[in-house]
């Protein structure tokens, strides 16, 4: 099993990004898909899921801002971020099946967002 996330950057407030995930080593259409993020000195939180009837969940704080969504036939996971906050700075990671991650955990992907 791999999880590999892509995308991440700096950013000014207010910018955007799009986060992927490329996962292999299972079968990526049989599991919801989420993303958590994991800022300094802080625990690693649930962001947003998607099940694999692509029906959506996010945590209150992105709600509005992030959309998540997934390609099957590529085994991607994708997170659009927008109206990006300082707040929003952490390591992104992708992984898939129960609420803590079933998975390895990949190496992740840093978003900074400052001016």
């Known amino acids: 099993v791999q999880l590999v996330e892509s995308g991440g950057g700096l950013v000014q407030p207010g910018g955007s990004l799009r986060l992927s995930c490329a996962a292999s080593?299972?079968?990526?259409?049989?599991?919801?898909m989420r993303w958590f993020r994991q800022a300094p000195e802080k625990q690693r939180d649930l962001v947003s899921s998607?099940?694999?009837?692509?029906?959506?969940s996010y945590t209150d704080s992105v709600k509005g801002r992030f959309t998540i969504s997934r390609d099957n036939a590529k085994n991607m996971l994708y997170l659009q971020m927008n109206s990006l906050k300082p707040e929003d700075t952490a390591v992104y990671y992708c992984n898939g099946g129960s609420m803590s991650g079933t998975f390895p955990w990949g190496q992740g992907t840093q978003v900074t967002v400052s001016s």
């Open positions: 998607i099940t694999t009837a692509t029906s959506t």
């Open positions: 080593g299972f079968i990526f259409s049989a599991y919801t």
